[in-house]
């Protein structure tokens, strides 16, 4: 499976990255996940199964009818789902595709710069294999769609569990889809690259 850098003007379903440098460790980027709930809501508010219930993602989704826009997308999915609103993104994003029970899906992943200020009050513990800290701050989950979120270093992406289907409510640890996973770590290393052409006001 590979990866597209496509423009962001041609983008229809997004999913939003947040970086944040400690400035005690500035060598060390973080970037916010959250947990996926196993119970979600319909548009007609009745309870659904989400899919891949308790694997960790960054924040987004899909398009709706009453979006004029993907950045409008792009900015109520942020807003929505962790409680932040989005300044600027990243000019170039991730776009990579699979099949999801005979379902062609594709997903647009870029950087996204918050307006609130972040701070690391909550990361993801190695030794505990659960996220630790305060939840306090800007950010706030919607609760039919995530569980918990955390700060994540591109060392711990690296040593995730691949999410397994068959048993995903008794996985420990910070347990991914792959495809995630390898958008995350290709997100890091351009990062690193000083790749990111954060000029796109949203």
């Not at 309870?47 to 960790?56: A, Y």
Request: hydrophobic share 35%.
């Amino acid at each position: 499976m590979g990866f597209s850098i496509i423009p962001v003007e041609d983008i229809e379903f997004p999913f939003t990255l947040i970086f944040l440098c400690d400035p005690h460790e500035p060598l060390t980027s973080y970037v916010l996940l959250c947990q996926r709930a196993l119970l979600g809501k319909d548009e007609n508010g009745n309870d659904k199964k989400n899919s891949w219930p308790f694997s960790w993602e960054p924040p987004g989704g899909s398009q709706e009818k009453f979006d004029k826009t993907i950045l409008s997308t792009a900015r109520r999915e942020t807003k929505e789902e962790v409680n932040l609103h989005g300044s600027h993104i990243s000019r170039q994003v991730y776009m990579d595709s699979w099949v999801h029970k005979g379902v062609p899906m594709a997903r647009y992943t870029f950087p996204l710069e918050a307006h609130e200020p972040l701070k690391l009050q909550r990361t993801w513990c190695d030794s505990q294999q659960h996220p630790v800290g305060t939840n306090e701050g800007p950010i706030r989950l919607r609760e039919d769609e995530h569980l918990d979120y955390c700060w994540v270093t591109e060392a711990q992406i690296r040593g995730s569990p691949l999410y397994d289907e068959r048993n995903p409510q008794h996985q420990r640890g910070l347990v991914m889809i792959e495809s995630k996973k390898e958008m995350i770590l290709g997100a890091f290393m351009r990062l690193e690259n000083s790749q990111f052409d954060m000029t796109y006001a949203l």
